[in-house]
């Protein structure tokens, strides 16, 4: 088995201390795992300049495709991937939100859909939990199949020593992710990326822009033809109709509705 360890924050502080922590017990239950380890902090990938190429040419195209591409291949090759990312204000700090702006293609053009991530944080006193939340909100439209959840406090803000208990718990959240991962099998979608993945198909094949403001998402949808979600993942008759009826409804609003990336 192969993860992929991102440090998310400027430094290794609190948050990376737990997740060596989370590491080293993955690697007691099996010892042949093989992690990984990108500290986006050392990447120095230049800001997202918002300059759409990904989005209308293709992810190849953006300014800081060199840096990019070793790490979207990292994701590709492994079999899941833990995100370490302290809570700074609530959220995710800057240079990790700053790699999910150059990952925003992938809303689009999801691919990762047999990935499953773990993501941990640690907060000085409150929302940890809504940091974990937000990535776990962004990673399902990557098509990222399932994201376990660690947000602790640790009433620290440089010198944290997990507790037992805070332990206790990386080691439960971390076997849980741990079986889900070595069990290769994938869960049912949700709703919540049963709308993009059939919006964009309906609304980016034969749509009513396509021939004034052709992109990359136009080549991209026409493989998932008539399906409501990726091969191989497991689908209920339910959200098969729930799939196919978003795909009608984003098939009328692409008659009528334009967007436009004219530059
Ligand atoms: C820029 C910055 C913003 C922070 N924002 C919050 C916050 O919103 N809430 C909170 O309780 N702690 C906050 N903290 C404290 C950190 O979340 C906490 O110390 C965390 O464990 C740091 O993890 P790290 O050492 O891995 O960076 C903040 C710290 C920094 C440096």
Sequence with gaps: M?????N????NGNTWRLTQAAKKYMKQIDNTIKFYEILLSEIDLPFCTGCSNCFRK???TCPHHDKMQPIINMIEECDAVIFSVPCFQGHLPGIMKNFTD???FMLHRPRYFRKKALIISTTGGISADSTTKALAATLPGWGFNKCYQLPITALSWNAYHPTKKDLQRTYDVTKRFYLDVKSGKAHIPGIGVLIPFNLFQAMCVGNKGENDFPTEDNNFWPKYKGMRYAPGIPMTAFKRVIGWLIYQIG???????????KK
């Design 8 to 11: 998310g924050g400027p430094h």
């Design 58 to 60: 293709g992810h190849k």
């Design 102 to 104: 150059h990952m925003a």
């Design 251 to 261: 098939k009328k609003l692409s008659q009528k509705i334009v967007i436009t990336y």
């Design 2 to 6: 192969k993860i992929l360890i991102f």
